[in-house]
């Protein structure tokens, strides 16, 4: 028996849509028609919905203007089935991609909306548009010959990490017209994703940037020959800032305008100098940073071995290509995470570190680094200061608590603005003084929104003062919040940061991530001199692997309270977060090495409570992990306590081992019979 098919009836659907779309005056256009250069490539350049490259074209395309003269590319898909609209997850986001990031054809390809989400992707990864509308409609004949059809009209964006937000329920395309476009807009402005969907995005995002992280550095270090752990750093430093762009003012750097030239003056390297310039100027940074910026990611740019152009290509352009194809919709939507700190830890995770130094360059997971800052207190209105600053993972964690707090707190736009801006500009400061790692907290804080103007290029030790870096040189910088992850050998296993740091403080709180000898015999003095000035609020034994495949030291969290001596008699609450409800793995090919096994979010929440408020917020927690207890001021090696254990015996204690001696004898009696039977039987 023939197996029945229905047939598609997308020229129909496209039909009737592409007649409203004329019936609305609108400049259309069709699959194989031009909309504007920059939409067009970008279509090109990104994977097609079978997997290869280029060959994007959406069924219709228009490009329409708000009232405020935003330009909002709009892209429809159409399909001719009853149940093609839109496939989606089991958290109801658009499913285009696995957890291993894979893309996700046969949905692309059969589904019209995660068609048009697919399209709007390819313009977050290659042009400047941030704010992209994707259309699916789909439709059938029902028994009467009738069209029955159903549209999807979803917003992707930056703000929604490119996944795509449902706007409402449409029954045809009016919403487009003119006269209603610019309220359709303002409906668009208004959703909202909740802190859970966001935290949600973000996790799967960040999935997708380890993933692509590891390929691409995988690529170059296999295949790019000549280039040093720094070069690659500096490379994609470098590739990143040329290809931002400054909306109206500098062109993001494309692929097609690096020629591979052998011209003196026009070499790739020249060309990519010229715009990391021009962004830099429009940046309005300070002259001294921009030009140890520029200086830095020159000497590498413009090598001539780099520039040398085989077969009409440069080695600069090949690698640059690999970066933009590879990261550039994970920059340009402008996520808040440590995005350079996960690149640092994938470029350095192909040395050969010795272990010493392997534990002084691992910075820290991001989401240790959201713990400090919440153990540290940090809000709107806080000063915050990291003396060895890293990638700055740590600062850009305080920065996006500080923003999510003003956000929460202040309802008037303009005055949010105005208070984002000082967060970014005045309240946070952060010292290292590896010149390459320097680059990476740089480029970190330009890609987070540009909290960088205080990131400072000297050794906190000798050189700082406790000063703004730049602009006002001649004022104390007043933090009342510190965060650390200090190199471990550093003196007292890096204690001498915290001593100085916390003696430079009037008041606020402090979390510190060390390794934990540090509190038991390795940091005395600087302990002692600690506590003259600061109280020790808590001391949280981490995980053993926290750090897998890049350290295996055991370290402690500890939080002070600044501005108060300690005293002998304050309590200290000693935690033991050995189990923090994650297992982690150090697979290279795993799509995921940190999975959520028991609570983890839950545990990381209770901790910070537990640390506020005290035992009154034990849940997950028993007091065999939860101890209060004191310490010796002049001692200075007892911070790492445990709950005592009761050796007392209880009477369940002892009847149980009365009922287990009462069975031992009992078995003995029934083996000693059985061993009589047996002879007899014999």
């Not at 009836?9 to 496209?14: D, G, R, S, T, V």
């Not at 994650?582 to 901790?607: G, H, I, P, V």
């Amino acid at each position: 028996m023939a197996k029945s098919t229905t047939q598609s009836i997308e020229p129909l659907i496209a039909d009737l849509a592409n007649g409203w779309l004329k019936a609305y005056k609108l400049d259309y256009k069709l699959e194989q028609e031009s909309l504007n250069t920059e939409i067009d490539t970008a279509l090109n350049e990104y994977f097609s919905k079978s997997g290869g490259k280029g060959g994007n074209r959406p069924d219709a395309k228009i490009l329409l203007q708000d009232k405020s003269l935003n330009f909002y590319p709009i892209l429809i898909e159409y399909k001719g089935y009853k149940d093609k609209l839109v496939k989606l997850d089991a958290n109801g986001q658009v499913e285009n991609r696995t957890a291993k990031n894979e893309p996700i054809l046969k949905n692309i390809n059969a589904y019209a909306v995660n068609g048009a989400v697919h399209y709007a992707n390819a313009l977050l990864h290659y042009t400047s548009y941030t704010d992209i509308i994707s259309i699916g409609m789909t439709g059938y004949k029902d028994e009467n010959g009738n069209i029955q059809h159903s549209i999807g009209v979803y917003y992707v964006s930056k703000s929604n990490f490119g996944i795509g937000q449902k706007v409402d329920e449409y029954t045809d395309f009016s919403f487009l017209k003119k006269e209603n476009f610019d309220a359709f807009i303002e409906k668009v402005k208004n959703l909202q994703l909740s802190q859970d969907e966001i935290d949600k995005l973000k996790e799967k995002r960040e999935r997708e940037i380890d993933a692509s992280l590891v390929r691409l550095n995988n690529d170059i270090y296999q295949n790019e020959k000549g280039l040093g752990e720094n070069d690659r750093v500096y490379l994609v430093a470098a590739s990143i800032i040329a290809t931002i762009g400054v909306p109206g003012k500098v062109a993001p750097l494309e692929k097609t305008d690096l020629k591979s030239s052998v011209e003196e003056g026009n070499t790739d390297g020249d060309i990519i100098v010229r715009k990391i310039k021009a962004f830099l100027n429009e940046k309005k940074l300070p002259r001294e940073k921009k030009e140890l910026i520029i200086r830095t990611l020159q000497n590498t740019l413009t090598t001539e071995n780099i520039n040398k152009v085989e077969n009409g290509e440069s080695q600069l352009k090949r690698v640059f290509t690999k970066i933009v194809d590879d990261l550039g919709i994970y920059y340009k939507i402008g996520l808040s995470t440590d995005f350079t700190g996960k690149l640092f830890n994938e470029m350095y995770s192909w040395l050969g570190f010795t272990q010493d130094k392997l534990n002084d360059v691992v910075l820290t997971p991001s989401y240790v680094a959201n713990l400090l800052v919440k153990l540290a207190r940090v809000n709107k209105d806080s000063y915050v200061w990291d003396f060895a600053t890293g990638s700055a993972g740590l600062l850009v964690a305080a920065m996006n608590e500080m923003l999510i707090d003003a956000k929460n707190k202040i309802n008037s736009p303009e005055q949010l603005a105005i208070k984002s801006a000082e967060i970014k500009a005045n309240q946070l400061l952060g010292l290292e003084i590896l010149p390459s790692v320097y680059m990476l907290a740089i480029l970190n804080m330009i890609l987070m929104g540009d909290g960088s103007s205080n990131i400072l290029n000297k050794d906190s030790l000798r050189d700082f003062k406790g000063n703004y870096g730049f602009g006002n040189t001649d004022k104390k910088f007043p933090a009342d919040a510190f965060v650390l992850n200090p190199p471990y050998s550093a003196p007292g296993n890096g204690m001498i940061f915290v001593e100085k740091a916390l003696s430079m403080m009037e008041k606020g709180y402090a979390a510190i991530i060390i390794q934990n000898s540090a509190g038991s015999g390795k940091a005395i003095t600087y302990n002692r001199n600690i506590l003259k000035h600061s109280t020790l609020l808590a001391s949280i034994k981490m995980p053993l692997d926290l750090f897998v495949g890049k350290s295996s030291v055991q370290t402690n969290i500890y939080v002070f309270r600044i501005g108060e001596a300690h005293q002998n008699d304050d309590v200290v609450k000693f935690i033991d977060f050995s189990n923090d409800g994650y297992a982690r793995s150090d697979r290279r090919k795993s799509s995921c090495n940190l999975k959520d096994a028991d609570r983890a979010k839950e545990r990381y929440k209770e901790l910070v409570d537990l640390v506020r408020f005290g035992k009154t917020k034990l849940n997950i927690f028993t007091e065999k992990e939860y101890y209060e207890g004191t310490i010796d001021i002049e001692n200075g090696a007892d911070w790492n306590q445990t709950a005592p254990i009761d050796t007392k015996p209880t009477l369940d204690d002892f009847k149980k081992t009365i009922n287990d001696y009462l069975a031992w004898e009992v078995s003995n009696l029934l083996k000693g019979q059985n061993g009589e039977e047996d002879r007899l039987g014999k």
